[in-house]
């Protein structure tokens, strides 16, 4: 029987924002308290202090970030595999890496975790100078299906995502390999909370709508604002509430202004993670048409989970985080998703059925079967 000493290693950690570092992180707190010691390899840390139950291992940025790759690889190679009993794989990257460096007796305490854009990167890259960085020079796709086929266990975050990374690999073979565990979300942040952001912005007469992401044009913000325009043609009331950061949210706001809807968005900037709640909380509704093919996209769930009905797309991992007509809406145009909010047809949803929902992703449940 294996020990308790697990390593996760994961380019990317909180304070850093996406959804590959929350898993990280949750990963790491949720198999501390279940009694695991835990280290986690990053390229950076800014709030120690936060992860005291945690061994927070830091690798030097010796090449600049443009070799990021060198730094990661050259840390990685010379850890002492051998104290740990649990190896665990984070983001898409990391399995690339470390295939040039594991030998059979890393891979046989190896978990990993499929998220992301393995696809995107390594087996369907388009993007030329990328492709051939990644795949000729690095070859990150041979070392990436190698860790695959080696490792003790492979964890997808979704069905989706594991069907996805399979059939562009070409690894169906590895099917009953792959364990789906929803990474699940923390019911201590996420529940509805009674506050007076309605009040002291006087919002209480209006239809509040919520966002929240990385702030970039594919996660269809573009699109959603001309929504949101005929939306206000034919119903005033409507008010726009957007929380990020990210490269897209400059062209964002000066497309609001352009449309004179400054008076109904309000750009909230970046929000703690376990302040997310209030803004859940207040919303009618929960938007994200995302034009990625999301792995598990948690905000959706995190929403619910706060009482607040989502609409997102029919596609990816998305759909398993909504239950059409029950617990928000899964759309197949754009069209579809005006006439959801300019009916209010999120008002018909039942909360029991939002909670009964959400309390099936739990994020300790998670931990106990990444590990078993």
Request: charged share 25%; with cysteine; aromatic share 12%.
């Amino acid at each position: 029987m294996l020990g308790n000493k697990v390593l996760i290693i994961s380019y990317g950690f909180p304070p850093d924002i996406g959804g590959t570092e929350v898993v990280a992180y949750d990963y790491a707190v949720n198999l501390a308290l279940l009694g695991y010691q835990v280290s986690v390899v990053c390229c950076r840390c800014r709030d120690r202090e936060r992860y005291k139950q945690i061994e927070i291992i830091e690798f030097p940025n010796l090449f600049g970030k443009k070799f990021w790759m060198l730094n990661y690889y050259l840390f990685l190679k010379r850890i002492n595999y051998n104290k740990y009993d649990y190896i665990i794989l984070n983001q898409s990257n990391t399995p690339g890496v470390v295939g040039r460096i594991f030998r059979k007796k890393e891979f046989d305490k190896c978990i990993t975790i499929i998220q992301g854009l393995e696809v995107e990167w390594f087996y369907k890259n388009h993007r030329l100078l990328s492709n051939i960085f990644n795949n000729y020079i690095f070859r990150l796709k041979k070392y990436h299906k190698k860790t695959l086929c080696n490792s003790r266990k492979i964890v997808a975050v979704s069905n989706a995502h594991k069907h996805k990374v399979l059939s562009a690999a070409h690894l169906e073979n590895l099917s009953s390999k792959v364990q789906v565990v929803y990474t699940g979300i923390d019911k201590d942040v996420f529940h509805k909370v009674n506050n007076t952001y309605r009040d002291k912005y006087k919002l209480n007469n209006c239809q509040l709508l919520f966002s929240v992401s990385r702030i970039v044009a594919m996660k269809g913000y573009a699109k959603m604002l001309n929504i949101f325009k005929m939306l206000c043609l034919k119903d005033p009331t409507f008010h726009w509430m957007i929380a990020g950061d990210g490269p897209y949210l400059s062209e964002l706001k000066a497309k609001v202004m352009d449309e004179s809807l400054s008076e109904h968005v309000t750009f909230l900037g970046n929000v703690e993670r376990n302040s997310l709640k209030i803004y859940y909380s207040i919303a009618d509704c929960f938007w994200l048409l995302s034009d990625y093919d999301e792995c598990l996209p948690l905000v959706y769930l995190e929403a619910q989970a706060c009482g607040t009905p989502a609409i997102g797309r029919n596609k990816g991992g998305v759909v398993e985080t909504i239950i059409d007509n029950k617990t928000g809406f899964l759309v197949n145009s754009d069209e579809e998703c005006l006439d959801i909010l300019l009916h209010r047809k999120y008002e018909q949803l039942k909360s029991e059925d939002l909670k009964s929902f959400t309390d099936k992703f739990d994020k300790i449940e998670a931990a106990r079967q990444l590990i078993s």
